[in-house]
């Protein structure tokens, strides 16, 4: 989540939204153009790869929030690859909820800590991405052949990781070589999902009625 770090200079960090129970705040952010955030997101990176001699190297970077600010990214990386990963919005969020609780739970007592606003919270950053004029899937569609997108399910990443990495590669026009491959094989192999524990949250639901749809899927998330 770097990237969340790089928008802190500009005050459009989501740091601050996340970390704290603040929603005028969270509002004000959803209404901002992140172009000025990007073009000073892009000379952070441009001395980074000064600093670390990074030649013919290719930048990897994951945060949610770039899916809020399609537009901004394509202008100011008109040949970035975005790598779209689709989870179901039921699970998406309920999974943002527990990262949010226990994010303020650093910075607050446990018993201060409201799930309800830390669902909120949660809910407001997914509808932003996937609802109304600004969202995701209309950025995407006014950007046309401009946004270069590889569409990922999220079930099928953790049903068939290197299969779904193949993909991804294939989309980049990159070579998954064979010592690359069994690299990844053997990350699998010494640490397979839940080798550390289950998270669960299922507790933690929301509302049919509050979940966005994402077009991806088709229907609302459940």
Known sequence: E???????????????????DVPEYTAWLHEQDFGHTYRFHHLQLKLLHLQQNMT?????????FHLDNLHALVTEYPDAHIIWNHRKPQRSIASMTSLIAHIRNTYHTLDSINLTSATETAIAFATRA?????????????????????????????????????????????????????????????????????????????????????????????
Request: aromatic fraction near 10%; glycine fraction near 8%.
């Open 56 to 64: 013919d190297r290719v930048w990897l970077l994951k945060a949610p």
């Open 130 to 222: 996937l609802v109304g004029p600004r969202s995701a899937p209309e950025q995407r569609k006014k950007l046309g052949d401009r946004a270069h997108i590889i569409d990922v399910d999220y079930d099928r990443l953790v049903s068939d990781p290197l299969g779904t990495v193949q993909a991804i590669y294939d989309g980049l026009g990159f070579t998954l070589n064979e010592e690359t491959r069994e690299r990844m094989l053997n990350f699998l192999r010494q640490k397979p999902r839940h080798h550390l524990g289950t998270h669960r949250y299922e507790h933690l639901t929301v509302p049919e009625d509050r979940l966005p749809e994402d077009p991806f899927f088709g229907e609302r998330g459940v």
């Open 2 to 20: 770097e990237c969340i770090l790089l928008y802190g200079p500009m005050h459009t960090s989501y740091i601050a939204a996340t970390f704290y």
